[in-house]
C-alpha cells in the first residue's frame, strides 16, 4: 500500500471522500466509496437512528404482521430456555 504525506494533494483528496491514505481497505457505503473503518461507523450511526424506532417501524410497515411472523418463528423453532 502506498503511503501519503497529509499534506500530499492525493492524502486531502482521500480525506474528502471519507477515506484514509494508509488506514483500512476502501469499500462502498451506499454509492460511495470509503474505508472499512468509515462504513463501520456509518453502519452504526445508521442503526443507532433507527433503533429506539425499529418495532414502531416494523408495526406500521407490516400493520402489525411481523409480531404475528415472529411469534409463528419461536414456536415453530422449538426454542427451550438456557
Known sequence: ????????????ALAA????????KPTHFG???????????RVA????SVASRYDLMNDVMSAGLH???KAFTVRHANVRPG
Open 31 to 41: 454509492f460511495e466509496q470509503v474505508d472499512e473503518e468509515v462504513k463501520a461507523e
Open 67 to 69: 409480531r404475528v411472523w
Open 17 to 24: 471522500a471519507g477515506m484514509s491514505p494508509s488506514r483500512s
Open 1 to 12: 500500500m502506498v503511503r501519503l504525506r497529509r499534506s500530499h494533494p492525493a492524502a486531502a
Open 45 to 48: 450511526g445508521v442503526f443507532d
